[in-house]
């Protein structure tokens, strides 16, 4: 049943598609694989871990103003001679979007779910899900000068609750060009709070922030 629903929606969309002048979506595929090595007694390297990542993302370009992406990655970690073997999933819907000539929309929400082998020292569930939203504006003023002002939310859930926590950033980024140099200067402040009645967490308040320049000759 699902099957046969699926192939109808692909049906019909290569149908409509056209008529609407919509991009049929592109996909790439990726996968990621390594090993890590540790010196033994031997003074040989014998592997002590692998890691498997497959991604599968989904392109759909609606128009020269709106484009989306869904990106799908399973991972798979596993320790040869230590606990901490994890499989994660992550989901990343985004959108960018064009409103006019000197304003563009891009935001983002990121489900990812830990599901660890072992229990923790103390017998209490490591599982873990993270969800992360992002979203920012970019605004060109005048040629040359580009504003970049974000808000970003994080929702850490422990399968221990003591570990639970949730954490808000918020930025601003300015560029300008002066002749054949770029000027850019970023701030962000982020501050991570408890989640729930029975998380641990501590209170903490970052500021980061960074100046750069680039020079192109060519341009």
Do not use: C
């Not at 049929?24 to 003074?43: Q, R, T």
């Not at 990106?71 to 999933?89: A, C, E």
């Not at 850490?156 to 003591?162: L, M, P, R």
Request: no cysteine.
């Amino acid at each position: 049943m699902i099957r046969n629903v699926i192939v109808i929606g692909v049906l019909l969309f290569g149908i409509i598609s056209p008529a609407l002048a919509i991009d049929i979506p592109v996909f790439f595929l990726k996968y990621d694989g390594g090993v890590g090595n540790e010196e033994v007694e031997d003074e040989e390297m014998a592997p002590t871990s692998y890691r498997h990542s497959v991604s599968l993302r989904i392109k759909e370009v609606w128009s020269s103003l709106l484009v989306t992406n869904l990106t799908t990655v399973v991972t798979r970690k596993q320790y040869l001679d230590q606990t901490g073997s994890y499989t994660s999933v992550n989901l990343l819907p985004d959108l960018s979007w064009t409103l006019t000539d000197s304003v563009k929309w891009y935001t983002s929400f990121q489900p990812r779910w830990y599901l660890y082998d072992e229990l923790d020292s103390n017998e209490l569930p490591k599982n873990h899900t993270a969800l992360r939203a992002k979203t920012q504006l970019t605004f060109k003023p005048m040629v040359g000068v580009k504003i970049i002002p974000l808000l970003q939310g994080a929702w850490d859930v422990y399968g221990n609750a003591t570990k639970t926590r949730q954490t808000y950033a918020v930025g601003i980024g300015i560029d300008g060009r002066i002749g054949q140099f770029v000027l850019g200067a970023d701030y962000r402040g982020a501050f991570r709070l408890a989640l729930g009645a029975e998380s641990e967490v501590t209170d903490r308040f970052n500021h980061t922030f960074g100046v750069d320049v680039t020079w192109d000759p060519n341009d």
